[in-house]
């Protein structure tokens, strides 16, 4: 079984900064891409960024020279530095990794359980 557990959401004014943290545990064989998706309320869920093993990284558009993806490959974590932070970043922000189980099972994603980022004056 695995775990995604997310933390570091919260409230923050405009321009201010959030980092947020997710951490994989249980029967991890594998990790390969990890990133970060959020969805605002009557939104569709999309992408934020994204980063591979070795890490490269890809970025929504919209959080381009705001944000930064990273990952501890030995600490099976991502994190998200979230900078310059506008409105229209509110929203839940999920973790996600593609993992290859000890059972050797095809990799799949896996979703954390969301952290609510609002950002407001």
């Known amino acids: 079984q695995v775990q995604l557990v997310e933390s570091g959401g919260g409230l923050v004014q405009p321009g201010g900064s959030l980092r947020l943290s997710c951490a994989a545990s249980?029967?991890?064989?594998?990790?390969?891409?990890m990133g970060w998706y959020r969805q605002a309320p009557g939104k569709q869920r999309e992408l934020v960024a994204v980063?591979?093993?070795?890490?490269?990284?890809n970025y929504a558009d919209s959080v381009k020279g705001r944000f930064t993806c990273s990952r501890d490959n030995a600490k099976n974590t991502v994190y998200l530095q979230m900078n310059s932070l506008k409105p229209e970043d509110t929203a839940v922000y999920y973790c996600n990794a593609v993992i290859i189980t000890s059972d050797f099972r095809p990799a799949r994603d896996y979703w954390g359980q969301g952290t609510q980022v609002t950002v407001s004056s």
């Open positions: 980063i591979t093993r070795g890490g490269s990284i």
């Open positions: 249980g029967s991890i064989f594998s990790i390969y891409d």
